[in-house]
């Protein structure tokens, strides 16, 4: 950064509190993240999950045809997508029937929300509580940093009962259009591939392959065990490649949610603590915290 060139340095790294006013998601606030390279949309009021990424101009991530909106009526027509959606900490996919389907957590407002703007990086903070009269009461304190070609995110969390509970979380990265297209490159080392629906199991074997979207069909549901937690989608077109790091050992499962179809474009990379098909929740004991942590490293080439 040149500062005797700058009159202000928002002219090349800004962070702004925004407010939608109008259309379904009246109201809803946001964090809109800008370094250059990489526009970072944060929604303030849905767990401070990112909504959209963009890099050197071009989309990376997927926005469902209900757009963003005020979370109201059952799931399918409030999903937003997002290119982060955290799902937990107490449900995953409809596994656990009392509870809203990928949980409830998507749908807690942030707070004690801060940000620092530095010269070579945004920094992003907030606190999630996730609570339940008579039930969890665990907190997540999420931490964002983004650089010119990277995203880190680093979510702790802690229990703040009194007694042992149990949590799951599973992080539903969205890739859509033009990121997502015929030919992109997708790119993992499994040991293990279980298809998750009946599909899935005629699918196996191309589980990796992008194809140009059709008018009908069926999602595709697998979930991948990684010797390591690496995931790399590479577009030839945009030239522009995206990499996922984590710790196998803490999201020891990569479910993956391929839906190449007209209007509901979508590929899911999703690593998590649990497979839907095994449900069981991780233990913390009273003020015990548990840290996961996620890096997207992006390039243009």
Known sequence: MEKRKLGNVKQIMSAYEMEITSGTATGKKILLVNNGAMEVMFNCDNALDIGWVKYHGQNISFLTKNGFNNNAGPFGQKFEGGFIYTCG?????SCDKEQAIHGSLH????????????????????T??????????????????????KILLDDTIENQGFK????????HVNFGYP???????LDFNA?????????????????????????EGSEDLFFHILDKGEVSLKNNK???????????NKLPYLVEWRNLYSGDYVLGIEPST??????????????EKANLQISFSFNKF
Do not use: W
């Open 89 to 93: 900490l107490d449900n995953v996919s």
């Open 107 to 126: 749908y807690r407002k942030a707070e004690n929300l801060r940000y620092e703007v530095g010269e070579d990086k945004i920094e992003v903070f907030a």
């Open 128 to 149: 999630i509580y996730n609570t339940q009269l008579f039930g969890q009461n665990l907190i997540l304190n999420r931490h964002y940093t983004v650089f010119e070609d």
């Open 164 to 171: 042992p509970t149990g949590y799951v979380a599973l992080y």
């Open 179 to 185: 990121f997502l297209d015929e030919g992109l490159e």
């Open 191 to 215: 040991t293990k591939t279980i298809p998750a629906n009946a599909k899935s199991v005629n699918t196996i074997d191309d589980c990796k392959k992008i194809v140009a979207p059709q008018d």
């Open 238 to 248: 945009l030239k522009i490649s995206c990499k996922m790091e984590y710790d196998v």
């Open 274 to 287: 649990v497979r839907f098909d095994e449900f069981k929740r991780i233990e913390l004991k009273p003020e």
